[in-house]
C-alpha cells in the first residue's frame, strides 16, 4: 500500500492574482485575465500579470539577479510557505527535508535570448556575467531555493504543457520513496516576447483575440504566465505537524503518442491512455469522477482530441460530469497550466462545485460547461494536461477524508 | 563626446551609480573609499558585471587582472582614466 500522498497548502500567482483566496475568488466571479498586453503593445492581447511589483513579497535586497521566471516562481514560494506554517526565519539554516519540483516548457526563455543577443550585438566581452547563470532551465528553482533556504531535493522537469502535473507526480514518488519530507511541487512560465513571437508564427495564437476551449469557432489560444506551486507531503508528516490536509494525490498517468512535434494526435490513442492509467492508479472508474478540470486551451486540434480522449473514457456518462477550462481565464500558462488546473480542482473538490469556463460562448454540447459555477458532488477530481508534443498526462485527486 | 573630455568627476558619478545599482544601494551610500569587497560585499561575479559595464560604456578594455586590484571607486576611476588616456593617445 503506497503511503498517502496529501496537499497542505498552496501558493499561485497569476493574472488573476496572487494567493489562493484572490485567485478563487476572481475565478470564480468569471473573472478573465485575457486583454490587451501592456507588455508587448495593445495589439497583442495575453493573460500577462499586469504591473508585476514582486517587491511586496520579496523585499528589495537580493532582487536584481532573479528574472521574471525566478519571480514568478519565488512569489509562489512565498505563497506557498506563508500558507503552510513553513515559513522559515532570516537566521535558519534552511530545512533539508524540504524540496521544490518546478515544471516548465522554456524556463527562463528571454534571459538565454538576451544574454545571446548581447553577445550577438555588442561583441563576446560584453555579456553580462550576471545574466549567465539565469541561460540555464533549472534557474529559477534554484533562485527560489537560495532565497528561501529549500534545502532538499530541486529538480526541474520540462515536459512541454505537461510538465506541471509531471512535477506533481514526481514530487508525490520522491515523497512516496522518502526523499523528502515536503516538497513544493508546480510549474512557472514567464510570458515573454519571445515565446508570443514564437507561438504566433507557429500559427497557434487566436487571430481573433479570444480564448474559447471547447468553443465551435475557436481560432487558437492565448498566451498566459504564472506560477503555482503546491505543498506536498506523506499523511504522517502532514499529521505530525498538524496540518490539515486538503486533498490528495490519487492517481496519475502518463502516455506519448506524439507523430509530429506540433501537431496534436487526434485520434487521442495517448490522451485516452493516460486518464485510464490515472483513474487505474488512484484505484476507481469512470463513474466515480465528480468533475473535470481540463486543460482545454482553444486549439482547434487539441481541444477536438481532448473531447474524443474524454469521450473514449467516459463514453455516455461524459455529458453528466461537470466540467470547466480554467485557461479561458488565466490564458495558456505552459508549463505553470497544469500546476494551475491541479490547484482549481483542489478548490472545486473543497467547494464541491467548478468555477465558470470564463465567457463561454459557443461550448461544444456533448460537454457540461458553464460560464457559471457548477455544483457537484463527489469525490474524486480529473485534471488534464496533453501537449502538442505528444505529451498527455492526467491526474486524479481526492478531496481529503480520514 | 571624445574621451579627452570624459572628466574624473563624470567617470566617478558612473562608477558610483553602477556600484551602488549592482549592491542594490543608492548611490550616495558608496563613498569612494567604500572598500568593494568587505564593506559593499562584491563577490567576484559582481567585479566583472562592474569590469564589463565599465569596458562597454567608455568603450576600452581593462584586463581583468588590473581591474582585480581595484578596492574602491577611487582606485576605478583612475584605472578608467588612465585607459581612456591610452585610447586618446592611440586615436
Known amino acids: ?402 | 563626446m571624445t574621451n579627452q573630455q570624459v572628466t574624473a568627476e563624470e567617470i566617478r558619478n558612473a562608477v558610483r551609480q553602477l556600484v551602488a545599482e549592482i549592491t542594490e544601494r543608492e548611490p550616495q551610500e558608496v563613498s569612494e573609499k567604500a572598500d568593494f569587497i568587505e564593506e559593499l560585499g562584491i563577490d567576484s561575479l559582481m567585479a566583472i558585471e562592474i569590469l564589463v559595464a565599465v569596458d562597454k560604456k567608455y568603450k576600452i578594455e581593462i584586463p581583468e587582472e588590473e581591474f582585480g586590484k581595484i578596492r574602491n571607486v577611487y582606485d576605478a576611476v583612475e584605472v578608467v582614466q588612465r585607459h581612456l588616456g591610452g585610447a586618446a593617445k592611440a586615436q
Open chain 1, 1 to 402: 500500500m503506497h503511503e498517502r500522498i496529501v496537499i497542505t497548502g498552496a501558493g499561485v500567482i497569476s493574472c488573476l492574482g496572487v494567493g489562493v483566496e484572490e485567485f478563487e475568488g476572481s475565478l470564480y466571479s468569471g473573472a478573465s485575465g485575457v486583454k490587451p498586453s501592456e507588455l508587448f503593445g495593445e495589439h497583442e492581447i495575453t493573460a500577462e500579470i499586469r504591473n508585476f511589483t514582486p517587491q511586496q513579497w520579496l523585499g528589495n535586497k537580493g532582487i536584481r539577479v532573479l528574472d521574471r521566471s525566478a519571480r514568478l516562481l519565488c512569489v509562489a514560494v512565498h505563497q506557498a510557505l506563508c500558507g503552510s506554517d513553513l515559513r522559515l526565519d532570516d537566521s535558519g539554516q534552511g530545512d533539508p527535508g524540504l524540496g521544490m519540483i518546478c515544471g516548465t516548457m522554456f524556463g527562463s526563455l528571454h534571459s538565454i535570448t538576451s544574454f545571446d543577443w548581447s553577445g550577438l550585438v555588442e561583441g563576446p566581452n560584453y555579456v553580462n556575467p550576471m545574466e549567465f547563470p539565469n541561460t540555464v532551465i533549472n534557474s529559477p528553482a534554484g533562485q527560489a531555493a537560495i532565497k528561501y533556504k529549500l534545502r532538499g531535493i530541486n529538480s526541474t522537469v520540462c515536459a512541454g504543457l505537461a510538465s506541471g502535473l509531471y512535477a506533481l507526480h514526481c514530487g508525490a514518488e520522491f515523497l512516496r520513496f522518502g526523499r523528502a519530507r515536503i516538497l513544493l511541487a508546480g510549474g512557472m512560465e514567464e510570458l515573454c516576447e519571445e515565446s508570443v513571437l514564437g507561438f504566433g508564427k507557429s500559427g497557434l495564437i487566436s487571430p481573433s483575440g479570444s480564448l474559447r476551449p471547447f468553443g465551435k469557432n475557436r481560432d487558437g489560444t492565448i498566451l498566459g504566465e504564472g506560477s503555482a506551486l503546491l505543498v506536498l507531503e506523506g499523511e504522517e508528516s502532514a499529521a505530525a505537524r498538524h496540518a490539515k490536509p486538503w486533498m490528495e494525490i490519487s492517481g496519475f498517468g502518463c502516455a506519448h503518442d506524439a507523430q509530429s512535434v506540433s501537431a496534436f494526435r487526434v485520434r487521442a490513442e495517448g490522451a485516452t491512455a493516460s486518464i485510464q492509467e490515472a483513474l487505474a492508479s488512484a484505484g476507481i472508474g469512470p463513474e466515480q469522477i465528480g468533475c473535470i478540470v481540463s486543460g482545454a486551451s482553444g486549439s482547434r486540434t487539441g481541444d477536438e482530441m481532448e473531447v474524443r480522449a474524454l469521450q473514449n473514457v467516459f463514453q455516455d456518462r461524459l455529458g453528466k460530469i461537470v466540467i470547466c477550462a480554467p485557461k479561458a481565464a488565466v490564458g495558456e500558462t505552459m508549463g505553470a497550466s497544469g500546476a494551475i488546473c491541479a490547484l482549481v480542482a483542489g478548490i472545486a473538490l473543497r467547494r464541491q462545485a467548478t468555477p465558470p469556463t470564463a465567457g463561454l460562448m459557443d461550448g461544444d454540447t456533448s460537454l457540461l460547461l458553464s460560464k457559471d459555477p457548477q455544483p457537484f458532488d463527489g469525490e474524486y477530481a480529473l485534471v488534464t494536461a496533453f501537449g502538442c508534443d505528444g505529451n498527455n498526462t492526467s491526474m486524479v485527486l481526492r478531496r481529503w477524508m480520514q
